[in-house]
């Protein structure tokens, strides 16, 4: 199968090589890096970077935040070309190397849709600061609420779809709320979602999630939830 990786970025020349080189291929055979107009060497790192049997591309975001990164990657990237595709971070909190755990589920049939879930790790109090800890919990929660079904991290950045469900989608979101919003849209489409453990570590770099993007996430899965 054809696995391809999404990498949004914004200033993370500390972290892109390190997760360019740690994606398993021949496992993988594409990375899209799709930044958002970076002002440090990210760009510069991703046109340096090679890697044997596959493919990385560079592709320039329209307007800011992940949201628009994503919906970027959607509008511009052939989604026939692929099986499977894998979002995650480009700052080292998540491991390339679980791709293949995260692509398992979609790759045997079993879902639509995977999400990766940081609070089966055993470090991620240790790493994760308690407000954002608790803030997190809190929007999971609400999801389980509003949706009827517990996705144990709504607010998580690894994921995978099929090239079914990522055809389908229709994402709205600008910013951090895309995670939100990718999690009501496969409610709203009775897509089969998989929940998997992943390892969590410190990032690199500097962090750009703020307080006031937990009030956005609220909102967009509020927002979502009004507008099925």
């Known amino acids: 199968m054809k696995i391809c990786v999404i990498l949004p970025t914004l200033n993370e020349e500390d972290g892109v090589a390190k997760i360019i080189n740690a994606v398993p291929n021949p496992l993988v055979n594409k990375i899209v890096v799709v930044d958002g107009y970076s002002s440090d060497k990210t760009v510069e790192i991703v046109k340096q970077s090679h890697k044997p049997a596959c493919d990385i591309e560079l592709m320039y975001q329209k307007g800011r935040g992940k949201g628009m990164a994503f919906q970027s990657f959607l509008n511009s990237f052939d989604l026939n070309s692929q099986d499977v595709y894998v979002m995650l971070d480009a700052d080292c909190t998540y491991d390339p190397k679980e791709i293949r755990k995260i692509i398992t589920p979609i790759v045997n049939g079993e879902a639509d849709i995977v999400m990766g879930n940081r609070f089966e ?8 600061p308690f407000t954002t800890f608790f803030g997190n919990k809190l929007l999971t929660l609400i999801s389980k609420i509003l949706y009827f079904k517990d996705p144990k991290d709504v607010c998580t950045g690894y994921w995978a779809f099929s090239r079914d469900f990522i055809k389908k989608m229709r ?8 995670e939100a919003n990718l999690f009501a849209e496969a409610i709203k489409k009775n897509s089969r979602i998989k929940i998997v453990p992943i390892t969590y570590k410190s990032r690199v770099g500097k962090n750009k999630l703020m307080k006031r993007h937990g009030f956005l996430i609220l909102y967009r899965l509020i927002r979502e939830f009004f507008n099925n």
């Open 171 to 178: 994402i709205s979101a600008k910013n951090f709320d895309l």
């Open 121 to 128: 790790s055993q470090d991620v109090k240790k790493v994760m």
